[in-house]
């Protein structure tokens, strides 16, 4: 196994380098037929918090940065992918990050998944390391609380609803 996307290929227009790239979260779209990757890409002093969006066709190949930006216009921390299939197929797909350490923001993602269309639900708390599931008609969000690297308590959330949205 290689590097599949290294810093070498990664540009912020009007940030120079070097980039700290980390958190890769990998999809595939059934759309394009493509792997589809969101890594959290930011300075050494993290002050960017910008995400980057990078395609292959194979989830081991080399990616190709498409474009790196704040979904939503939201400084982005801590992120994660959700794909929701819990009827058995492909119903969309989520991302989920720390907001500015303000809160916890899910957006839907575009059906390519190389953009978000809004905030669709909010978690008004400083968390991080979010995990999502659909079990049971009911959506779980583990969530630990914003210590950084100190060990702390997982929450968990549990909503029954038809989807992420609201």
Not at 78 to 90: A, F, I
Not at 127 to 144: D, K, P, Q, V
Request: net charge negative.
């Amino acid at each position: 196994m290689g590097q599949v996307l290294g810093r070498q290929q990664v540009s912020i227009e009007g940030h120079l380098g070097p980039y700290v790239i980390e958190r890769p979260k990998l999809l595939w779209n059934p759309l394009t037929e493509c792997f589809v990757m969101w890594v959290h890409l930011d300075s050494n002093d993290y002050t960017y918090r910008y995400v980057g969006i990078a395609v292959s066709s194979v989830p081991n190949g080399v990616f190709t940065l498409l474009h790196a930006f704040r979904p939503d216009g939201i400084p982005s921390l801590d992120v994660n992918l959700y794909e929701d299939t819990h009827n058995g197929s492909v119903n969309s797909a989520y991302f989920v990050r720390s907001c500015n350490h303000q809160y916890v923001g899910i957006s839907r993602l575009t059906d390519d998944y190389l953009n978000t269309m809004g905030l669709t639900s909010t978690i008004n708390e400083l968390r991080e390391g979010h995990a999502i599931f659909h079990r049971n008609s009911n959506y779980y969000t583990m969530i630990s609380h914003l210590t950084s690297w100190a060990p702390n308590a997982v929450d968990l959330f549990i909503t029954n609803a038809d989807s992420l949205q609201n």
